[in-house]
C-alpha cells in the first residue's frame, strides 16, 4: 500500500521561507492530483494546494503569489515552497495524493500523517 510521509517542516520568523516535501512509499499505477492541506489549532483541515498530473495548478486564496507546489507524478513526490510566511500560516501541513494503486483499483485518497510548520509573530 501506498504510504506518504512529510518532511521539512520546523520554525520560521515572520516573513521567511521554508520548503516541505513528500514522498511515496510503496506501488502504484497512476497518479491524479497531489495537495496539499493544513490544519491550524482548533480549526478545520483547509485546503492549501494541489497539482493535478496534467499541470494545472490551483491554490487557495491565502496562500497564493507566497506558495508553490511542484511534484513528480512518477515518484509520487511533491514539494510546497513556501515564501512571506505569516503567523496565520502555521499549523499542521498534509500532503495527500489521488492515486490507482493497479488499473482495475478505483481512485483512492491517500494521507500522510502530517508535519508542523510554525511562524513566529
Known amino acids: 500500500q501506498v504510504q506518504l510521509v512529510e518532511s521539512g517542516g520546523g520554525l520560521v520568523e515572520n516573513g521567511g521561507s521554508l520548503g516541505l516535501s513528500c514522498a511515496a512509499s510503496?506501488?502504484?499505477?497512476?497518479?491524479?492530483?497531489m495537495s496539499w492541506y493544513r490544519q491550524a489549532p482548533g480549526k478545520q483541515r483547509e485546503f492549501v494546494a494541489e497539482?493535478?498530473?496534467?499541470?494545472?495548478?490551483t491554490y487557495a486564496e491565502s496562500v497564493k503569489g507566497r506558495f508553490t507546489i511542484t511534484i513528480d507524478p512518477a515518484k509520487i513526490s511533491g514539494n510546497l515552497q513556501m515564501s512571506t510566511l505569516r503567523p496565520e500560516d502555521t499549523g499542521i501541513y498534509f500532503c495527500?495524493?489521488?492515486?490507482?494503486?493497479?488499473?482495475?483499483?478505483?481512485?483512492?485518497?491517500?494521507w500522510g500523517q502530517g508535519i508542523q510548520v510554525t511562524v513566529s509573530s
Open positions: 497539482f493535478f498530473t496534467g499541470g494545472r495548478t
Open positions: 495527500s495524493a489521488i492515486l490507482k494503486e493497479r488499473p482495475a483499483s478505483s481512485w483512492g485518497t491517500y
Open positions: 510503496g506501488t502504484f499505477f497512476r497518479v491524479d492530483r
